[in-house]
């Protein structure tokens, strides 16, 4: 048998850069209320959701996801062509060949990188960190990009009152390097595809296509059911994942959890018993939901504020369709 | 071992004490969770998965908006529990 050369990684692999990208239009509650029978209070107090931003046809997901790619990569301080590979998550990008993985890639001037789009609903983001730290520590790339990306506003049936209100769009990217300490922790993932009903697309694209369907797809989901998952089985993979990397409430400074809700984020903090000193991030209530990028963004928001710094010590938790979720501690950049 | 009524209804009190924030006492048999405790469908939603963990029951979601009253909630559980 041959002798084959294994491949060198780093050690560890550490969030060295974060960027957002929200888009121009700000929609506030007012706006939802055109086409349903609600009311801004009902929405606020159920949800948390004041305003969220919706793109416009020029603010494509490759658009939003190369400028919030753009200052991931300054914010790291490297040149685009040392990224070896770049991981998109999202379900809203409505060609699904090619990836749009490669054209971001292409127009960052990547020198070439492997680039693929992961299909992982609100844990995309997550799902995407834990490839990158394997890349960067069994050595098939130094750098890899992490997007998460939506244009959810595409995929809302605004006449639908129990999702209208809740959805956003934009786009958020981490670049992932090497390290010579753990700053990424274990990651505590899974899928519960028997609960894959609760949350899905209406109509399947060849359904809608064959019956001409006159109602384009759009997310639709069992609200209670997801919520109940949510406060319960979530807290305690959050609680798994902080006891996996080893680290207590008390060291904890910062709580990024999926932007889906206020009062499962509301929820969460409590179960866990999270100290007052935690930062809680609560981008939801001017981004709505966003997905796979709802972590990323409210990570460049708390950073960008300041109510979180480089350095601290960050739990983040990732939920949604499929159903599956992925959560890790992590050092921020 | 099985609560009691009283038990149970002691135990909601608390529960939607921590929860929603209404005082222990308010919580009697013939209360409205959502009109008489400020208690709403997700509060009802995290109401409930306490009162799953503390009396050791399961309430499905298709159960759980038949209980209107902190009484039918007591029934339900006195009737379930394990
Ligand atoms: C969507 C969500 C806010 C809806 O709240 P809910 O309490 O489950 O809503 P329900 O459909 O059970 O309705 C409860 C009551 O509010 C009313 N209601 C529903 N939607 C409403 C709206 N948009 N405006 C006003 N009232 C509304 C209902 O008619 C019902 O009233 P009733 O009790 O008098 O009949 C909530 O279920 C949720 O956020 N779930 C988690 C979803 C999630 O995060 N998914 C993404 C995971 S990635």
Redesign the pocket.
């Known amino acids: 048998m041959s002798k084959i050369k294994p491949s060198k990684g780093a050690p560890y692999a550490r969030i060295v850069g974060v960027g957002g990208y929200r888009p121009t239009r700000v929609v506030p509650n007012e706006v939802i209320l055109e086409k349903?029978?609600?009311?801004d209070e009902?929405?606020r107090s159920?949800?948390g959701i004041e305003t969220r931003h919706w793109a416009s046809p020029e603010e494509t997901v490759a658009a939003m996801s190369i400028e919030a790619s753009g200052k991931a990569i300054a914010d790291a301080g490297i040149d685009a062509r040392q990224i070896g590979a770049v991981v998109v998550s999202t379900v809203s990008h409505f060609s699904q060949t090619p990836a749009i993985a490669t054209e971001i890639a292409d127009k960052l001037g990547t020198d070439k990188a492997a680039a693929f789009d992961i299909s992982a609903?609100?844990a995309g983001f997550g799902y995407g960190l834990t490839l990158a730290k394997g890349m960067i520590v069994e050595g098939s790339a130094e750098y890899v990009l992490v997007i998460g990306v939506e244009r959810l506003s595409d995929l809302t049936d605004l006449e639908d009152?129990?999702?209208?209100?809740?959805f956003g769009d934009g786009a958020g990217a981490v670049v992932v390097g090497p390290s010579r300490e753990p700053a990424i922790g274990p990651t505590v993932w899974g899928s519960e595809g028997d609960k894959a009903e609760t949350?899905k697309q209406t109509v399947p694209w060849d359904t809608y296509a064959a019956e001409g369907h006159t109602k384009f797809p759009a997310i639709t989901?069992e609200?209670?059911a997801?919520?109940r998952w949510?406060v319960f089985e979530m807290a305690k993979v959050a609680q798994q994942a902080l006891d996996a990397a080893g680290i207590t409430p008390d060291e904890l400074d910062v709580f990024i959890p999926?932007q889906?809700?206020v009062?499962?984020i509301d929820s969460m903090v409590k179960t866990l018993k999270l100290p007052e000193h935690v930062t809680v991030a609560r981008d939801i209530r001017t981004t709505g939901?966003t997905?796979a990028a709802s972590i990323p963004l409210a990570m460049e928001r708390l950073l960008a504020t300041g109510e979180a710094k480089s350095g601290d010590t960050a739990l983040v938790i990732g939920?949604?369709?499929g159903l599956v979720y992925a959560a890790t501690v992590v050092t921020l950049p | 071992m099985a609560a009691t009524q009283e038990e149970i209804v002691a135990g909601l009190a608390e529960i939607v004490n921590e929860i929603a924030g209404i005082p222990a006492e308010d919580v009697q048999l013939d209360k409205s969770f959502?009109d008489d405790l400020d208690v709403?469908?997700?509060s009802m939603?995290e109401v409930v998965v306490a009162a799953e963990e503390r009396f050791d029951v399961k309430i499905p979601d298709e159960d759980v908006k038949n209980l209107k009253t902190v009484g039918d909630a007591t029934e339900y559980i006195l009737k379930h529990q394990g």
């Open positions: 349903i029978d609600s009311s009902w929405i159920r949800s609903g609100c009152r129990a999702t209208a209100f809740l949350i989901q609200g209670q997801v919520f949510a999926h889906a809700n009062r499962i939901n997905s939920f949604g369709a | 959502t709403d469908s997700l939603v």
